[in-house]
């Protein structure tokens, strides 16, 4: 009687300790032993608004910043004049790219991440593998193994049914029955997460060599040589940080990005007042009209430069696993977004009157006296941005790793 009283006394402390470090509560179950439903219900419910207590939410929506936003609050530093490489030409162009950024980040980051893929996940974990393996489950393709009678009793995966003449019903039938299909779609399926890989191995460079270049804005002396081994010497030491794991280096980066976010989103808010408030006509679809009627082909070949303006956005959905749904909706909807539009509207007011800065736009439309802390806070930023698809790149392996699609490899931390 005294062995059960202490035991059950050892697991509430556990319970507890794990609540303490915000982390996931997990079952302590044998994996030949079946999961009861309540257990079940439990942890399906920890992705959800009923799952975490509210201090814990905001605890995990606050070191989102630091590990899924990074890299998406960066862009910024170099969108319009990716957007721009040959300069200028009229004034309605800046106009015509500012609606355009606008409704990209509205429509794809906004409402079809945040509020329409996070949701789909397999048992709160993002990315394309954990759809993938989600799909394979409920379709039964067996172009990878991973169905087992037991998983029902062994797993808290979903035990919905799908209704006989609904569109699943018909893309299921039509999944299974089709061979080439199953092997179409596992191509598709390794083929967007080596680009994403690839965004992994490459983005850190470029944002960190981006936000380093911005000294020679101040300084045209400094050579490109000299800003090339700043930006390697930051690289070596963010990447020696990784065997810490998410959850501290998450609370390391989040105030750096959080106060990024507002620094940004100020910055931008004052170039509206000083430059031209009228930016804010840019909400209106009607200037993406003019832009690609006036500007043709020119228009069409930008819209690569448009599209930085949500880089890093697949790294928020790769890096669910680390957080939860609520929490990443709550950071993107109060914070990273309206920061976000207040600087491209911000740069874009600057522009209109400046048009020959736009290859160092935000450098150029930060007041001087603020010149050198931004800098610094830039710098860092972008360092967080590399973490950012650093973590995402680690998640996404982990998956494939154990999907049997990459190469047995051990992760220290995630």
């Known amino acids: 009687m005294v062995s059960s009283s202490s035991s059950m006394e050892d697991n509430i402390d556990e ?19 079946p999961i009861q439903d309540a257990d079940a219900e439990h942890v399906t419910a920890m992705d959800t608004r009923e799952g ?3 201090l814990m939410v905001l605890r ?61 996940n397999d048992n709160g974990e993002g990315g394309t593998f954990a759809l993938y393996s989600l799909l394979c ?10 169905q ?18 609904s569109c699943a019903a018909r893309t299921k039938k039509w999944l299974e029955a089709n061979v080439y299909g199953q092997n179409a779609l596992l191509l ?60 501290k280096v998450g609370w390391l980066f989040a105030p750096v990005v959080f106060f990024w976010f507002l620094c940004i989103g100020s910055i931008g808010a004052y170039n509206i007042c000083k430059h031209d408030p009228h930016v804010l006509k840019a909400f209106s679809p009607v200037y993406i009209v003019r832009y690609f009627r006036r500007g043709k082909k020119h228009s069409w070949a930008s819209l ?22 609520l929490p990443l909706q709550i950071a993107f909807t109060s ?24 290859t160092e736009a935000f450098y150029r439309s930060i007041p001087d006296l603020a010149y050198y802390p931004v800098f610094v806070i830039a710098t860092l930023a972008a360092v967080v941005a590399s973490q950012a698809t650093i973590s995402a790149t680690f998640s996404i392996i982990n998956q494939s790793v154990a999907l049997g699609c990459f190469p047995r490899v051990k992760v220290l931390q995630l």
């Open 148 to 165: 087992h009678h037991t998983d029902e009793k062994l797993t808290t995966y979903s035990r919905q049914t799908i209704k006989d003449r």
């Open 15 to 33: 319970d507890r300790e794990m609540c303490g470090r915000g982390r996931m509560w997990s079952l302590d179950q044998k994996i030949d032993e």
């Open 137 to 146: 489950r409920h379709a039964k393709v067996n172009t990878i193994p991973n």
């Open 60 to 120: 995990l929506a606050f070191q989102s910043f630091g590990v899924a936003y990074g890299d998406l609050g960066t862009s910024p530093l170099y969108v319009f004049s990716s957007t721009f490489p040959h300069g200028i030409h009229y004034s309605d162009e800046v106009m015509g790219a500012l609606s355009l950024i606008i409704y990209t980040l509205t429509l794809i980051p906004l409402l079809k991440y945040v509020f329409v893929v996070l949701r789909a």
């Open 188 to 247: 598709l399926v390794l083929v967007g997460t080596c680009m994403f890989i690839g965004d992994g191995i490459f983005t850190p460079a470029i944002s960190v060599l981006s936000s380093v270049h911005g000294i020679k804005v101040q300084h045209h002396e400094m050579s490109t040589a000299v800003i090339v081994a700043i930006a390697v010497v930051i690289l070596v030491i963010l990447f020696s940080m990784q065997h810490y794991g998410t959850d």
């Open 304 to 325: 690569g430069g448009i599209m930085l303006s949500i880089t890093g956005t697949e790294a928020l959905f790769a890096d669910l696993g680390h957080f939860s749904t």
């Open 335 to 358: 914070v990273v977004f309206p920061c976000l539009l207040l600087q491209y509207l911000g740069q874009a007011a600057y522009l209109i009157h400046h048009q020959d800065d736009v």
């Open 52 to 54: 975490f207590p509210a």
